[in-house]
């Protein structure tokens, strides 16, 4: 959260929309923390629990797909997108960034922080090793959807319509210290909502993952993407 709330410099009275918010910590955090903050938080599995008590009634939960969530919501009204590690699961033909930006008003902006690989994953044995069944399957469900910081630029650059302009697409440079400190502190850094639900792979299968990409020179990290509504 620090490097996103750096990155957009939340004002006060802020109007946001917190996309893929799981259940709703990152939108309580938000409303708790500045003034007159509303949010719409909205997810497409999960009830936002954390919403319940707490946010000071100023956090709408809406429990869709982004895609159909948005299309009820105001256009050029919101201040702020989030997007935090859940960008790269609902990025598809159907739905892109275009659909959200359109919903921010001249000078919001969208910021997607998100877990990634420092390079595109090419190689069988990763994939091998991430093919596995966990009740969902980490390959197909997640990590196939994971891209390079590179990637990302490409694809954001040759989907943007005018009107809004990419500020910043890279790697962070705290990425792959947060990725480890993740994995080396997972007892401690997955809530108790998200272990019950087992959306996390375990922590065994991310050494693994480690262990085999850096066989290949490429590493767990995280990456940020800001996109300015400029008209
Ligand atoms: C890895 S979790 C991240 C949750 C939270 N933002 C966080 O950082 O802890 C990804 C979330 O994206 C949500 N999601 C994935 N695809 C979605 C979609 N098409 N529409 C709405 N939510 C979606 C999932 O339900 C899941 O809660």
Redesign the pocket.
Known sequence: MDVIERELMIRPGSKII??????G??SVYLANKYEDLSVVS?????DQEAVINGGHGRIIPIK????D?LKKLEKDHFDYAI????YF??HDAS?NLNQIMKHLRPGGKLCIASECFRLEVHSKRIVDLLDVELGWNPWKDCFSKYHSPVWWMREFSSLLEGGYRIETCGELDIGVDLFDAFIDNMEQSVGPC?KKSG?VMPRKNFMQLRNELKNEDNVLTMMMASIIRTT
């Open positions: 917190d996309i893929g918010c799981g259940f910590d990152s909205i997810d497409k599995w999960f869709d797909d982004a895609s969530a997007c935090m590690n859940s699961l609902m739905f998200v959306a």
